[in-house]
């Protein structure tokens, strides 16, 4: 902890293995990649709630916490020196756009994992070479992919935002599933049946494979 | 927490409350601003860990963990599909790129605000309007902002990273205090007088600060 060059600074640093210590478990990031309509927001939040029952320090990062603020589109910036700010620095659904969207997510999400919080995300994050990259900034260990499999059908029947049904009638341009890919991870830590099991029990083993891997305690 | 329309969603969502409740104390924003060289990022980790020895749950947001990371330089930006992906989003020195900077860390303070922790950051955020938009992102209360104030001689003399002599030699153009402004607050919560007293004594003047307000418990 201590660094004979820099004392003042460095005597006064909490590390990650000190909140870890005081937290009482490991931080990491959950990725939940899927379908929209598959499930990960559900799942996520199940978790969630039943992490925060077993006093673990968690936060969640979706679409309702991340595209207001962190990554707002380009009409909701305010530039505040009246440069062309929000056209410059806000994010669409343009591959580019994308690409950063989740680029900035998986940066947040390493942060939280530093202070050792267990990072959960709920976002489509269609493409591999994107998840591939936030895995990239992590530890071996620290990135759990979590595909949450639901067959196509099945997210166009739940169709919970009403999205599939516009993208079918042309309204969207651009959606996961119907007319951009959707690309599933290779080899990810844990694949969730999201059309066969429940929330809960799903939560349940992402749960287990925490306690597998001792990330929490058993 | 229920939502009639909504069950199984809502009903397995974490509040903020909730998550309050767990860590005994609020969650805010403690926005330190200053000259480089004030003291800033030393007040701040040591009022982290006497925070933590409290047993509160807090976040030390600095150049460290957001200039390689969330904000990193066009240079250090890969970019996944081969666009020109680094200059769009990567963030330089201009006023534009810092104020997007200042934009992105206070999205992610706001973010830890809402999970219920106490987010320290460190910048030298010369600008008030880059501030004041922070603060506009947050409930009246929830933004504290510190002014680590110390004249430019004294922080020109520490010159902890040498930065004030590169920029004095013309070395590094656009630097806070020397040929760019440093905009003081016009009504912060606190003002520390950092070429006065110790980064101990700063760091308890916070503290009581934070349980007059009843952020922390007395």
Request: hydrophobic share 35%; net charge negative.
């Amino acid at each position: 902890m201590n660094n004979e060059t820099n004392v003042t600074w460095h005597e006064h640093r909490v590390s990650r293995e000190m909140r870890e210590k005081k937290n009482g478990h490991k931080g990491c990031v959950i990725w939940f990649t899927g379908l929209s309509g598959s499930g990960k927001s559900t799942v996520a939040n199940t978790l969630d709630h039943k992490l925060y029952q077993l006093g673990i320090q968690t936060v969640v990062l979706d679409g309702d916490n991340v595209r207001h603020g962190l990554n707002a589109g380009p009409g909701m910036l305010k530039g505040a020196h009246g440069e062309d700010f929000s056209s410059r620095f806000g994010l669409g659904f343009s591959a580019i756009d994308r690409e950063e969207n989740i680029r900035r997510i998986g940066a947040v999400a390493e942060i939280y994992t530093q202070t050792g919080v267990i990072a959960l995300t709920a976002f489509i994050s269609p493409y591999r070479i994107d998840r591939d990259r936030v895995r990239n900034t992590l530890k071996d260990g620290e990135f759990i992919e979590i595909f949450v499999d639901a067959p196509l059908e099945v997210c166009e029947e739940r169709d919970p935002k009403g999205l599939y049904k516009k993208a079918r009638a042309g309204e969207l341009k651009g959606f996961t599933g119907i007319d951009d890919p959707y690309e599933e991870p290779e080899s990810p830590e844990l694949v969730l049946l999201a059309a066969e099991k429940t929330p809960d029990i799903l939560a349940d083993e992402v749960i287990e494979f925490l306690k597998d891997k001792a990330i929490i305690n058993s």
